[in-house]
């Protein structure tokens, strides 16, 4: 549940930064106890925004803040 939630929250953030950007939630199986935020660029690169594998305990550190993944993506498409 708090997996989704926190996938909930990202997606709508990221949606209302912007809007014409896709957002899809587990195109693929996600990994165990993991939660990333992934950019999949037209020419099919990958860019990790977000990794909260090896962060944690407590587990909160392991889900981004919605702004900071915005902010990654902001970065990351200038």
Not at 16 to 21: N, R, S, V, Y
Not at 26 to 49: A, I
Request: no cysteine.
């Amino acid at each position: 549940r708090v997996f989704g939630r926190n996938a909930a929250a990202v997606s709508a953030a990221l949606r209302e930064a912007m809007a014409q950007l896709p957002v899809d939630i587990n195109p693929q199986p996600p990994r165990r106890n993991s939660f990333e935020v992934s950019l999949v660029k037209e020419d099919g690169s990958t860019v990790e925004l977000w990794s909260g594998i090896g962060k944690g305990p407590p587990r909160k550190l392991k889900f981004p803040q919605p702004e900071t993944v915005v902010e990654a993506l902001k970065s990351s498409l200038a």
